[in-house]
């Protein structure tokens, strides 16, 4: 049974551990560009899936110290990585109305900075965490929010199944009020999701920086994000009637067209690789022989498959016998956040 809504705010005392479970999402209409860089509200709303892969599990105490502690995959985070948790942190103490430094330790279960949507996670285990063990009440909504300004898509993180980004409207406080994730249902159609991963290691170019300069620089930008909030309204009608063909198709082009603003971006940026386009071929051979399956990329080379759960097995064995430079993981509608506190 998946659960589609928050876990009810949980709040621990000082000097006890809030423990975050959140999990990735995979963008089936991308977030791609923001429109405002300090309150991360996107140029256009988009849409996910919550995966049961791969989650990010984080605890947060605070502590009488003068200074943040991070250990994350067992290593003291040090350099930007630090410096962007200090930032959510300080959002966070400021929301609360407090001071207390916090120790944080987190951890992947899959690979960081991969295209595999680890920062989903992670900001929507640090958000969910950090609330608790500061104090916060936060209902879904608040938390969704909080967590987009750590990273844009933990916001969809928040919860499980298939979910939808607002964009939201108007900048300053009324765009950060109305941009906020919610649940959209449709957990019932149950596809699966091959993830073909090709490189497990951090790539070149920040998906950050790589929006970045897509949005100022790239001709094809604007018409991608015109298409795509059409991609978004048909793909919410395509989730309403169960539809996985029509869900993938939207799903493909949209992906496709992000990649083309990120190749004629100034200089160009390319995260696909031959080893995706292998892939890639290996899908359109699956549909020719009849199989729904689709393909989505984010900001790296891995390719993520749309198919029924009944085809998953043999669209993973098809793309697994491409060769010994992928391999598979085949993941399903996974979960929301979820806290537990009070545990020293
Ligand atoms: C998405 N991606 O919708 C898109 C598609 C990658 C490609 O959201 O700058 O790590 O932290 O808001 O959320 C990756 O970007 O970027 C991403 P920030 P984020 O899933």
Known sequence: MTSTSAA????????????????????????????????????????????????????????DGPADTVLFNDRPATGAALTKIEKFLDLVRAHAGRTDRAEVVTANAGPTGAGLASSAS??????????????????????????????????????????????????????????????????????????AVVAAGE??????????????????????????????????????????????????????????????????IRYLSPHSLAVLDAVLALRADGVPAYATIDAGPNVKVLCTRADAALVADTIDGLGDFVTTRTAHIGPGVTVTGGTR
């Open 8 to 63: 009810p705010a949980v709040s621990v005392r000082p000097g006890e551990r809030a423990v975050a479970v959140a999990h990735p999402n995979i963008a089936l209409v991308k977030y791609w560009g923001k429109r405002d860089e300090t309150l991360f509200l996107p140029v256009t709303g988009s849409l996910s899936m919550t995966l049961d892969v791969f989650p990010t599990t984080t605890a947060v105490r605070l502590i």
């Open 122 to 195: 992670g900001f929507a285990a640090l958000a969910a965490a950090a609330a608790a063990a500061y104090g916060l009440d936060l209902d879904g909504r608040a938390l969704s929010r909080l967590a987009r300004r750590g990273s844009g898509s933990a916001s969809r993180s928040i919860f499980g199944g298939f979910v939808v980004w607002h964009a939201g409207e108007g900048d300053g406080a009324a765009g950060d009020l109305s941009s906020y994730a919610e649940p959209i249902g449709g957990g019932d159609l149950d596809p699966a999701l091959v993830v």
């Open 203 to 268: 790539k070149a170019v920040s998906s950050r920086e790589a929006m970045r300069r897509t949005i100022e620089t790239s001709p094809f930008y604007r018409p991608w994000a015109e298409s795509s909030v059409t991609d978004l309204a048909e793909m919410r009608k395509a989730v309403a009637r169960r539809d996985l063909p029509a869900i993938g198709e939207i799903a493909e082009r949209n992906a496709l067209g992000m990649h083309a603003t990120m190749l004629t971006a100034r200089p160009g």
